[in-house]
């Protein structure tokens, strides 16, 4: 190899490993600078499904909360059955949840208890739904924080339709109703 | 070429590749959930047209905000209470308060109770004003009644129906739980619980978590009850319905519900009767359709979502 050809392989290794290693300090810094994550306002959403299908992860980061504060006990649960269920048992075809996420433990005359499978739960909000419609809304989505990764530009973010994702303080990564039950009262 | 422009050249395909991959790859995965997934009650907003034998004549439009209670006087005059006023009809004679009221009942010479969330508001028919404080810290008072002697009023709050002497003081708990004598006490998720009275007096409470309707004595012992569950037509559904319900002159029961905005009247067995108005003539999500029925058997919804109370008589 010539001297000027070793010269411009040089310069051309040097230029592209500081283009490079500058995008990843970049991003890095970016990264860790703002302690900043994203979170669902769950007065915004309106369970498109988009939080199942648009996260970088599979299965989402988006998961099913329930405020047990608000709700979450009865017999009833629109949340936990579908529309049409013949019976209120926890009969596989009475069930909302795709995924039979929601475990549902009875508690006693006449209460229940409505756990959610984060394992199982994908993020689809139709419980959440259901739960809006019928019931309280005790049950509804939020970015689970030891899951997500925090990208820069959330994908769901940029794909929700009702604009409920926002940047919340890493400190206090929920936006959990029943805090807002608590702030309002 | 140069070999170094060459390499450049390299290095930028090389990273549109990437990047288009990770794009491809991205975008390869949002396929739009299944149709497991969905949730429609398109097919229950649908009502047999026959059921329906109530038409709608022209609302009341009070001058109030947000009107959030509803009465019909003895006399056969519509009190509609909202935002720091109540309204009267024909007359739309307005009457100050302060507040929000939850509920609100009118007895014969004029008098006008006003649940106001945690006690109850008594204004002569000068509009002089008293006041009874709801036991328990967590009163949400939802529904009152008047008859001679006592007044009721349903506490969501407390899960009970306080029974007040026309005098006021400590009122009788109705509805604590006591299985030995077939109380199995009030199921409330949420501030919808409604009480009437029958046309023997009696009182007659919703029982909401269970989609039941029971009737009781004076004294709190219970007489009766009915309950009908479902999403068709013939039943309640969801949690906490029905949200309303009223008396007719005949004892039938005119209800609505939340979720599925529907009127409906139930026979005093609690089989269907009739359809008054159908979920598609609500607006979608409404929620606190107070019904009270007049003595000719005109129905008043109070819709909060229009701010009127809708008015419906049966068909000729
Ligand atoms: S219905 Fe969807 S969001 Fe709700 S628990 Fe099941 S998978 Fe999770
Ligand atoms: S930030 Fe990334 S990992 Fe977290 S929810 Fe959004 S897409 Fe998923
Ligand atoms: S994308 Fe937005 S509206 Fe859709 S489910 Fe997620 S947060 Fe709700």
Redesign the pocket.
Known sequence: MKPKEKRDRRDFVRGASAVLIGGAVLSAARNRSPRLVWQIDPEKCTQCGRC?THCVLAPSAV??FHSYSICGYCDLCG?YLRPDAKSRNTGAENQ????A??KRTYIEEPYFQYT?DED?????????EGCDVFGNGS?Y?QVKHDLCVNCNECAIAHACPSDAFERVPASEPYLLKSDRERRIS | MKTVTKNWAWFICIMVLILGAGIYLGQSRRTELGKGFDYSLDEYRQVDPSLIHYTEVEPLVPTLEKISALAVAPDGKIYVGGEDAVQRFPDAGTFPIVGIPTCMAVDDDGTVFLGMQDHVEIRSKAWKKTVWMAPGGKAYLTSIVVEDEYVYVADAGNRRVWRYDRAGGEPLEIGKKDSANGVRGFNIPSPYFDVDLGPDGSLWAVNPGYHALENYRSDGVPISSWKRSGFTIEGFSGCCNPSHFALMPDGAFVTAEKGLPRVKIHNQDGSLRCVVAAPNQFDEGVVGLDVAVDDEGRIYVLDPSRNQVRTFEEKK
């Open positions: 199942a998961k099913c949340g909302l949840c795709p995924t996420a929601i959610i199982l739960c994908i993020g689809c909000g139709i419980c959440a049950m989505l």
